[in-house]
């Protein structure tokens, strides 16, 4: 199974390891709809599955074997952007697993997550430039908003590996695990602990952050207001204070 939801966690595995851990296009298109779909999902857990490599990007053998590569690109470049945007626009947190390395779309699959939990071995590779081709997966557009517009253009420039300590500093990892093996067990550790919060409000965390980029201050405070206003009525936002003023832990979505 690509997706599987569990105590409202989807695990999703992004890479098919008899395709030398190359994207699941056709899976990552399944869990796009299912994403959007299910409401009882309440986090996004992807992983590389237990191979050394968390993805691999497109399998590069059949742009070779395709008779009309542009074609075949767009083929699957438009169902891959269909799972990146419902990663970035879906309101429950995506916590991403990348152990080794996130090559190519791995990085770009890497970069729409909101949490990375990395290991001693990841490293992030834009790798498109090395065969002639130019991003896709939204990389122009997460890399930027991670690192800054110059340092993305000079890490997609010079297509240089990125090692885990450097990855940590950039932003690119967000909680590095002691060990590799460690990776996924730390990522699901988080995943289901952001499942346990209100779904409510960590969506309107999520929205807020992403539109914040297009708004001026005033709008984004506005923004928040609104937010916080429909937040405390809503039934959430009452099961929270009341937990806290009887000192006992909230018993969110119930």
Known sequence: MTITVDAGVAHVLV????KGQSLDIPGLDEAAA???SDSSIRAVLLTGGDGPNFCNGGDVKAFGAAANPGQYVRSIAEPFHRCVQALIETDVPVVA???GFAAGGGMSLSCAADIVVGGPSTTFLPAYPGIGYSTDGGLTWS???IVGRRRAAEILFTNRRIGSAEAFELGLITHMA?????VVAQAQALAASIARASRSALGSIKRLLTESGARSLADQLAAETDAIERAADSADGREGVAAFLEKRKPAFGI
């Open 15 to 18: 890479a098919i390891p008899e």
């Open 34 to 36: 299912l994403i959007r």
């Open 178 to 182: 002691d060990s590799d093996e460690a």
């Open 143 to 145: 890399l930027p908003r």
């Open 97 to 99: 697993a990348v152990r």
